[in-house]
């Protein structure tokens, strides 16, 4: 019979400095890829103005709403069941793609209709047309061979495949708007990188894992639909709180509206998705860890929580202090046409913090197999969300989407601590987060200082300053801290 691993820290320090690397490769992709985005997205706005970029947000977000269609959320189920038993994979696999094939392209007809009925204009019809190619059928094929490179941490190869592919949407949008500065060109353009990396994650997944021929099976199909039920219902719920503040501007307070918040959303969006990121490092390891390892599980959720919350709020800080320069650098010329985009962003800084708990949060209550209280507490913020910028956008414009992001992530927060108070309770989050608010006072001033001699400076010492003054503290504990030596270590001990 074989032998539960033990789960002492020594164990415990080794299995985080392996999550460690992977969540490495997958931050350190995202940083890169936000690098190419921003760049992508300065061309964007800078081709369309103000009125062509609402569009743009528009045609982005509005099939966004109905992603949750095309997949089902299964990607968390492939995940999940591949992690426990990896004999299953390519069956569940094939399945999975056969079943997200049909739904997306159901997906996509039935978007197309509503958009007939509901805007006449021709650009923005066509510019529907191409996100929803890229986001809804492009992306959905994706997921089940991301899903099987995450159950079996193959996070490297996830993150070059994401660089590559953000490489060629950059190229292709600097291209498009050269020859036809539309919001439907720019889609489309974006298109063409996403294709890309489907092409690339089905390679990479086959690569890895190995090759076995294509199988369908429709009995499992159903059962896939059935077991991702609660998976589907959180995703919606999530999609509507954190998609539809764009759709809500556009039709309350035109196309204007929605590009000053469109800016501010493209620069949060990336650093609010660190935290997903973190929830694909740590969540196969977290379902291995409950049937295999409890006293490690509560450890991974211990050390997921604090170090989370320990990037969070130095990333909201940082952006919060530079937030003018990001609006400027982002706008060039026509920053004056966004100059409330600057308040936005601000405001959307409060947001990130809780963002990240939230994140880990829903991590640990899916590995529990507590899938419907993530369903009901999205159920809920997705109703104060849609009621609150109802209330709000009509007197406050851009800036009330904003205060209902925060009011909506707030709940989240308190549903979700209190669902878990016992877990929480002994992560010692209160002291952490003290000293961290402390750290980051600190940091924000350096940063403000160094902003108009550098912005890249600015970045980087004030970064140091935050890590130097949380060493000072001592924020981390004794086997965090060996956690973090291991981790270091980690890559010079694989190539001895």
């Known amino acids: 019979m074989t032998q539960p691993p033990p789960n002492g820290p020594a164990p415990f320090v080794r299995e985080s400095s392996r999550i460690g690397l ?72 094939w399945t999975a793609t056969g079943l997200v094939a049909v739904l ?84 489309a353009a974006i298109a063409v990188g996403n294709s890309v990396g489907f092409v690339l994650m089905t390679g990479a997944a086959i690569a890895a894992v190995g090759w076995e021929r294509p199988t369908f099976r429709l009995s499992l199909a159903l059962s896939q639909v059935r077991e991702c039920l609660p998976f589907t219902v959180a995703a919606l719920f999530s999609m509507i709180y954190f ?68 990037l969070a709020f130095p990333m909201g800080a940082g952006i919060a202090v530079l937030s003018g320069s990001v609006v400027g650098l982002l706008a060039g010329e026509r920053a004056g046409e966004f100059a409330l985009s600057v308040q936005v962003l601000r405001i959307l800084c409060v947001v990130v913090p809780m963002f990240y708990l939230n994140g880990v949060g829903q991590e640990f209550l899916y590995a529990s197999h507590r899938n419907w209280v993530v369903a009901r507490t999205y159920g809920l913020a997705s109703l104060l969300s849609v009621g609150a910028n109802l209330l709000l956008i009509p007197t406050l414009g851009p800036a009330g989407a904003a205060c209902t992001a925060i009011a909506t992530n707030l709940c989240i927060s308190v549903l979700f601590v209190h669902e878990m108070r016992g877990d929480y309770g002994a992560m010692g989050l209160i002291p952490l987060v003290a000293k961290t608010l402390a750290a980051c006072g600190v940091m924000a001033g350096v940063t403000y200082a160094l902003a108009g001699v550098s912005l890249i400076l600015s970045v980087v010492v004030g970064g140091l300053v935050y890590l130097g003054l949380q060493a000072a503290l001592r924020t981390l504990t004794s086997e965090e801290r060996r956690m973090m030596v291991s981790l270091v270590r980690a890559p010079f001990a694989r190539r001895a």
């Not at 006449?120 to 510019?127: L, T, Y």
């Not at 469109?262 to 740590?282: F, K, N, S, Y």
């Open 22 to 93: 992977n969540l490495i490769a997958l931050v350190a992709s995202r940083f890169m890829c936000l690098a190419l985005s921003v760049v992508q997205v300065g061309i964007i706005f800078r081709a369309l103005g103000r009125e062509g970029s609402g569009q743009w947000g528009y045609a982005l977000n509005y099939p966004a709403l109905f992603t949750v269609f095309a997949t089902l959320g299964i990607q968390r189920l492939l995940v999940r069941d591949i992690a426990r038993n990896p004999d299953i994979a390519w069956t569940r696999v």
């Open 104 to 187: 997306s392209t159901v997906v996509t007809g039935v978007i197309m209709l509503s958009v007939l009925a509901i805007d006449e204009s021709p650009v923005v019809r066509a510019a529907v047309f191409a996100s929803s190619l890229s986001v809804i059928v492009l992306w959905a094929l994706q997921r089940p061979f991301e899903g099987l490179l995450m159950a079996r941490e193959r996070m490297a190869l996830i993150a070059v495949v994401n660089i590559i592919a953000g490489t060629v949407r950059l190229g292709s949008v600097y291209l498009a708007m050269r020859e036809s500065p539309t919001s439907a060109t720019a889609h």
């Open 243 to 310: 998609k539809s503040d764009v759709s809500l501007l556009k039709w309350l307070a035109g196309e204007g509206a929605a590009g000053i918040y469109t800016l501010p959303q493209r620069v949060m969006e990336p650093l609010l998705m660190i935290a997903g990121i973190w929830g694909t490092a740590v969540f196969p390891a977290l379902c291995r860890f409950s049937v295999t390892a409890p006293g490690n599980y509560e450890r991974l959720m211990r050390t997921s929580a604090r170090l989370a919350l320990m």
